[in-house]
């Protein structure tokens, strides 16, 4: 298969490397150790097009294509994985869906702001005892007319205090199971929704996560996200999408762990030569290098495929299932390359294994992943 990039994806992925490097890079460390969410930097995302990559330009986006996408999600998420889990959860989960599955009046409201980044987006689907298990939501929203009364906890939402909208998945007709859950469009401040305390997280720690509370919140009924009934598939669809921006985001925390492990190769001596004429550390170079252009064959097909108007759940969940493992094997290598220095902050790369992990569990862990791709092929 032929992945030629085009003048214009790699002017994207150079804007989106040099943005990295200029505007990421200095901070980093310090966000990471403070929690603390990159504010200024989420901003300049959006001034740059970065929030709403994919989204048409009658709203506010780019109108680019997914391939343009993933190559600006590998290259933040080489320096920053807090920042791209905000830019992913903003373009796939929350972007994405609106555009194609919301109407004339909610596009115009939310997602022109959401698309330039003027508001943040959050997607609340997993609760306390509905993460893998998406159709038992415990979240309600009964029908009172002409609003809903939205009642339920959700938990481990990314931008979950930073966002101004939030799509909320929850259980409109208990009798219809999955068939009777709903989406909607909930705004920060709105009587009754109570953000909870932060989570204090493995890695990714300059993104904001929260448990969310709804105490008979009202959402007028224009809020709702399709026909009665669409959020199961909503969710569904959206986190199909969702997967291929996380697989790339596995794929830039791979492939950042590996450049910083290849330069100290280049520099660092030990038994009179620089390790890198050592086949112990070569070879592990190899492998990183293997894996990470395997990876980056699969994230490639599955935005292809996307782009092309295939079905993507196969190839996305394959380009999240191996990326994110290829993240977490690659991270890991890298702090050995490094030895004693790459257990420290300085390095970078310890800070890089902590934030690989996540990628194996949210938007769908890697188990996930395997029932998406194991139900696919036996079916054909
Ligand atoms: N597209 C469209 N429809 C789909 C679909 C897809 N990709 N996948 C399933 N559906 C539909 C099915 O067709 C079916 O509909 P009908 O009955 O009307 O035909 C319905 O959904 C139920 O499907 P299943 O019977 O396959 O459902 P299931 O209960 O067996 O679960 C699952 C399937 C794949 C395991 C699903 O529950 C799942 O994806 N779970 C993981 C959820 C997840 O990713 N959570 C992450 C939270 S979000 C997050 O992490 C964001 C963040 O902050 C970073």
């Known amino acids: 298969m032929d ?3 085009t003048e214009e994806h790699l002017m994207i992925r150079d804007a989106a490397r040099d943005f990295a490097k200029t505007e990421l890079l200095p901070g980093v460390i310090e966000r990471d150790e403070k929690q603390e969410f990159p504010k200024e930097q989420v901003k300049k995302m959006g001034e740059l097009g970065f929030l709403g990559m994919m989204v048409s330009p009658e709203y506010g986006g780019g109108g680019m294509d997914t391939v343009s996408y993933v190559l600006a999600m590998e290259e933040i998420s080489k320096i920053d994985a807090s920042a791209s889990v905000v830019m ?20 115009e ?10 508001s943040i987006g959050a997607f609340c689907l997993s609760e306390p005892e509905a993460g893998s298990d998406a159709t038992s939501q415990k979240t309600t929203a009964i029908d009172k007319g002409d609003h809903y009364v939205l009642n339920g906890t959700k938990n481990w939402i990314t931008n979950g205090s930073t966002a101004d909208y939030y ?28 953000i909870g305390p ?19 919140v009202k959402v007028p009924k224009e809020n709702r996200i399709g026909e009665d009934g669409f959020g199961f598939k909503f969710a569904m669809k959206t986190l199909s999408g969702g997967r291929i921006g996380i697989a790339a985001q596995a794929l830039g925390i791979a ?53 092309k108007g295939e079905n993507y759940d196969l190839s996305g969940a394959m380009a999240k299932l191996f990326a994110s493992k290829t993240a977490m094997d690659v991270a890991v290598e890298a702090v050995q390359v490094h030895g004693g220095n790459g257990y420290v902050k300085e390095y970078h790369v310890e800070r890089l294994m902590r934030d690989a992990k996540i990628t194996q569990i949210y938007e769908g862990t890697s188990e996930i992943q395997k029932i998406v791709i194991s139900r696919s092929i036996l079916r054909d």
């Open 109 to 118: 409201k939310y997602l022109t702001k959401l698309a330039t980044g003027e």
């Open 255 to 307: 492939s950042g762990a590996y450049e910083l492990a290849k330069e100290y190769s280049k520099v660092r001596k030990a038994f009179g030569t620089e390790i890198m004429n050592h086949q112990a550390i070569a070879f592990k170079l190899a492998d990183m290098h293997t894996s990470i252009e395997a990876a980056r064959h699969l994230v490639m097909k599955a935005a292809c495929d996307k782009d």
């Open 167 to 194: 799509i909320v998945i929850a259980q409109t007709d208990v009798e219809k199971k999955h068939r009777g859950i709903n989406a909607f469009i909930v705004e920060k401040g709105w009587e009754g929704f109570e």
């Open 198 to 216: 932060k989570e204090q997280k493995l890695g990714i720690r300059g993104s904001d996560t929260h448990s969310l509370i709804f105490n008979d």
């Open 88 to 107: 992913s959860v903003n373009n796939s989960l929350v972007c994405w869906g609106l555009d194609h599955y919301g109407n004339e009046a909610q596009k």
């Open 3 to 5: 992945f030629k990039l």
